[in-house]
T-cell receptor
Framework: NAGVMQNPRHLVRRRGQEARLRCSPMKGHSHVYWYRQLPEEGLKFMVYLQKENIIDESGMPKERFSAEFPKEGPSILRIQQVVRGDSAAYFC??????????FGPGTRLTVL | GENVEQHPSTLSVQEGDSAVIKCTYSDSASNYFPWYKQELGKRPQLIIDIRSNVGEKKDQRIAVTLNKTAKHFSLHITETQPEDSAVYFCAAASPNFGNEKLTFGTGTRLTIIP
């Protein structure tokens, strides 16, 4: 029973490039959440999606960030024109419904 | 929105002693309170959770208590072991803000001294 999968685990980008982070939820889970964790800090909610729908994006920066969860394939968090302040660990979580969230291993983004 | 405060930020206890971490929340409608353990460089792992219809839940050496009147919940770890060393995060979810959205505390770095 595979858990939540994220790739890549580490991603290095130069300022101005795009970053694409992928998340495959646990089998049977249709709810996906993205959180950001800065060094030595807690996790901050970014966005909550169900298949083909963004349910709550109240934690997403208004510009450069977008997320999707298509009918087929993983959920993707996309950051355009990355800046140094985007460097962080990005965690995806999934759940079956309004239920316990299980986290993936995270993607550590470094912006040079 | 919901605001969760967590104390202490760091905690050191002798192996075998108990550790207590406390959190408060602001939204009286919050009804789900999970605790996550995060080891260095690893994913947050759920260790226990409690819903607002109960006041206490226990799982072996770990217990969580909830006081809805005071908007306060605590994690208790008894007979601590070196492998308990990690950062622990509390969280709260409220139907007022979409019940699925977890608001996390700032974390407690727990160190178990052998």
């Amino acid at each position: 029973n595979a858990g939540v999968m994220q790739n890549p685990r580490h991603l290095v980008r130069r300022r101005g490039q795009e970053a694409r982070l992928r998340c495959s939820p646990m089998k049977g889970h249709s709810h996906v959440y993205w959180y950001r964790q800065l060094p030595e800090e807690g996790l901050k909610f970014m966005v909550y999606l169900q298949k083909e729908n963004i349910i709550d994006e109240s934690g997403m920066p208004k510009e450069r960030f977008s997320a999707e969860f298509p009918k087929e394939g993983p959920s993707i968090l996309r950051i355009q024109q990355v800046v140094r302040g985007d460097s962080a660990a990005y965690f995806c979580a999934s759940s079956r419904s309004s239920d316990t969230q299980y986290f993936g291993p995270g993607t550590r983004l470094t912006v040079l | 929105g919901e605001n969760v405060e967590q104390h202490p930020s760091t905690l050191s206890v002798q192996e075998g002693d108990s550790a207590v971490i406390k959190c408060t929340y602001s939204d009286s409608a919050s009804n789900y309170f999970p605790w996550y353990k995060q080891e260095l460089g690893k994913r947050p792992q759920l260790i226990i959770d409690i819903r607002s219809n109960v006041g206490e839940k226990k799982d072996q050496r770990i217990a969580v208590t909830l006081n809805k009147t005071a908007k306060h919940f605590s994690l208790h770890i008894t007979e601590t072991q070196p492998e308990d060393s990690a950062v622990y995060f509390c969280a709260a979810a409220s139907p007022n803000f979409g019940n699925e959205k977890l608001t996390f505390g700032t974390g407690t770095r727990l160190t178990i001294i052998p």
